[in-house]
Structures are given as structure tokens and as C-alpha cells.
């Protein structure tokens, strides 16, 4: 063995160190998750993707380094790896289904709905939240993992793998468009905009 090689763990210790390192931040892990795919059920399946990939890979893990920023690392390329997969795969449509459910008797008269509504009825709720989710990827990605997780620009570089500079300018550009998306809501609420 190399220096600087970890050993195997042994099964019980692969447990110990799942339980101790990796779990205390599921919660995390859901939250980024979900920011990223805004889909609850998404963000459950990526999360679990994430802990099946980090015991699996668990030997490459040294045990007493920063777990979170592991984790999130197998997240994010978890969370691109099925991007590019799904983004490439045309839409399917199951016809038979669809037949099946204009054909039933319990189909209501009314099963077409009004897209301005169903559109302004997701519009509602919180500002922030809408305008944060409203950015590009990698820009709400960096807000995410400063802003709200708390990361260093260090480990955020490792996460992304990009250089640190990428990420100082990623995030800079992203407070800016965050800000922008921002102003009315703040003016709204009272706040005076210090541009004019």
C-alpha cells in the first residue's frame, strides 16, 4: 500500500463511519437536492443515489475530512450525469394510458384546464424562492452552496471542480442577477433602491 492510500474499511467499520460522517447530513443533502430538481420526488431519488453511491465508494473516503462536501460533490455530478441522460431522451407518452383514461366513465366534462391559471397559481408564494429557483443551474448551484450551505470558496471549487476564481465570479454574477430579480419585491416591501 501507497502512501497516502486509506485502507479498506472493514464491514462493521463502512457502517460506523456511513452512520457517524455521512448521515447527520441528510437534511442537507435533501435541501440542495431539491433546489436542484425542484421536484420533491426527485430530490428523494437523488438523495438516495448520493448515499448509495457514498457507501459504495466509501473506502475513498477518509474518515475525519469534510463528509458534507463530499457528499454534495456526488450529488451535484449525480444531479448532471441524469440531466444529460434525461435531456437527451425525447418525451414519452403512454397512449394506451392516456385511451384508457378518456375512455372511463369517471372522466369529468371538464379536463382541460386554463393554463393562465394553473400558471398564476405556482407563481404564487415566496419571492426569494422563485427568484433563486428562476436562475441558470450553475448560478443558482453556487448561491446554494455559499449563500445557504455555507461553504468555503475552497470547497466549493472542489464540489464544482472548477477553479476558485470560476467560483468567485460565478458567484458574484449570480448575487447580481439574484439581485435584479429582486428589486421590485424589495421595493414592495418598503425598501428604498440605493441605485437612484
Same mark, same amino acid.
Given at each position: 500500500?501507497?502512501?497516502? @492510500? ?19 447530513? *441528510? ?13 420533491? %420526488? &426527485? ?5 438516495? @443515489? ?43 407518452? %403512454? ?13 369529468? @366534462? ?15 408564494? &415566496? ?8 436562475? %441558470? ?26 477553479? *476558485? ?14 439581485? @435584479? ?11 428604498? %433602491?440605493?441605485?437612484?
Amino acid at each position: 500500500m501507497s502512501v497516502g @492510500e486509506s485502507m479498506p474499511y472493514k464491514s462493521k467499520d463502512k457502517q460506523r463511519v456511513f452512520n457517524k460522517e455521512f448521515m447527520p447530513h *441528510i437534511d442537507a443533502m435533501y435541501n440542495f437536492a431539491y433546489r436542484l430538481t425542484l421536484d420533491e %420526488d &426527485d430530490a428523494k431519488d437523488l438523495v438516495q @443515489e448520493t448515499y448509495l453511491k457514498a457507501f459504495r465508494f466509501i473506502n475513498s473516503f477518509e474518515e475525519g475530512t469534510n463528509a458534507k462536501a463530499w457528499l454534495f460533490r456526488i450529488l451535484k455530478n449525480s444531479f448532471i450525469n441524469n440531466y444529460r441522460k434525461v435531456s437527451k431522451q425525447p418525451n414519452k407518452v %403512454d397512449y394506451q394510458e392516456v385511451e384508457s383514461y378518456y375512455n372511463s366513465e369517471s372522466v369529468d @366534462e371538464k379536463i382541460t384546464t386554463d393554463l393562465r391559471v394553473e400558471t398564476v397559481q405556482h407563481m404564487i408564494g &415566496d419571492e426569494i424562492t422563485n427568484a433563486l429557483n428562476s436562475l %441558470d443551474i450553475d448560478f443558482r448551484t453556487v448561491i446554494i452552496l455559499c449563500d445557504l450551505e455555507g461553504f468555503t470558496y475552497e470547497e466549493m471549487a472542489k464540489i464544482l471542480d472548477i477553479p *476558485i476564481g470560476t467560483v468567485r465570479s460565478r458567484l458574484h454574477r449570480a448575487r447580481n442577477l439574484l439581485k @435584479e430579480k429582486l428589486v421590485n419585491y424589495a421595493t414592495s416591501m418598503g425598501y428604498k %433602491d440605493k441605485r437612484k
